[in-house]
């Protein structure tokens, strides 16, 4: 008989995932590596340096997520809500591997502000589960729709012959617009319009220090 967490378990559990999410590789994906068939191709100086910049924006993304989703998970009103959200973070783990893998092939580092993304988006989950699944569902919604444009962006960006970053990035859109769909057929609440400026708003500062830091 599995015997339930205290609340100091699940407090002390959400601080190693948080820890692991933000500062080590996350757990194996199950899905193979969408760009490992597609040959390398060359890329000058700054071509890398810039899909560098866009992958390290996709990672902090990724780890933001994970929070967003841990943290509606923490606080959601029922069992199964819980249960749903736990599922995304670990969906998202694919995501994030992904984008790990393609910074190494490329020698470069993920965001040094990853914890700032991962316990900032945690504090924005948890207030949204505390308030109810509608909500918390519309954040899904909304935080899935924004990541989906943000993807479509950076897929325009990436270097013509950068094939690997493009396959991967096409991987993840597919991922996210489907996400965002569970959740409208989910119930989701459509949030206030001044909430939606806002969470864009944070995705533009985040965008703009990630890319660089």
């Known amino acids: 008989?599995?015997?339930?967490?205290?609340?100091?378990?699940?407090?002390?559990?959400?601080?190693?995932?948080?820890?692991?999410?933000?500062?080590?590789?996350?757990?194996?994906?199950?899905?193979?590596?969408?760009?490992?068939?597609?040959?390398?191709?060359?890329?000058s100086e700054s071509e890398q340096l810039h899909v560098a910049g866009l992958m390290?924006?996709?990672?902090?993304?990724?780890?933001?997520?994970?929070?967003?989703?841990?943290?509606?998970g923490?606080?959601?009103?029922n069992?199964?809500?819980?249960?749903?959200?736990?599922?995304?973070?670990?969906?998202?783990n694919e995501h994030l591997n992904w984008c790990q893998q393609r910074l190494s092939e490329l020698?470069?580092?993920?965001?040094?502000?990853?914890?700032?993304?991962?316990?900032?988006?945690?504090?924005?989950?948890?207030?949204?589960?505390?308030?109810?699944d509608k909500w918390s569902l519309?954040?899904?919604?909304?935080?899935e729709q924004q990541v989906y444009r943000h993807l479509e962006d950076h897929v325009a960006r990436l270097p013509e012959q950068d094939q690997r970053s493009r396959t991967i990035l096409e991987t993840m859109k597919i991922d996210e617009m489907q996400h965002a769909i569970n959740a409208a057929e989910?119930?989701?609440?459509?949030?206030?319009?001044?909430v939606k400026f806002a969470m864009r708003i944070v995705s533009k500062v985040m965008t703009f220090a990630a890319y660089r830091v």
């Not at 069992?79 to 998202?92: C, G, L």
């Not at 914890?115 to 945690?122: C, D, E, K, R």
């Not at 519309?138 to 935080?143: A, I, L, R, S, Y």
């Open 74 to 77: 923490l606080t959601a009103r």
């Open 1 to 43: 008989m599995l015997q339930k967490l205290t609340l100091i378990d699940t407090l002390i559990d959400e601080l190693q995932h948080g820890l692991k999410t933000c500062h080590v590789q996350p757990p194996a994906q199950q899905r193979p590596y969408p760009a490992s068939n597609i040959e390398h191709q060359q890329l």
């Open 107 to 132: 020698k470069q580092r993920r965001s040094k502000l990853d914890g700032i993304w991962y316990w900032g988006s945690f504090a924005i989950g948890a207030t949204a589960g505390a308030i109810g």
């Open 79 to 92: 069992a199964k809500m819980s249960a749903a959200m736990q599922a995304a973070a670990d969906e998202e």
């Open 56 to 72: 390290r924006v996709n990672n902090a993304g990724e780890v933001a997520a994970q929070g967003l989703y841990r943290g509606q």
């Open 186 to 194: 989910a119930g989701a609440a459509e949030l206030p319009k001044l």
């Open 138 to 143: 519309g954040f899904v919604k909304e935080t």
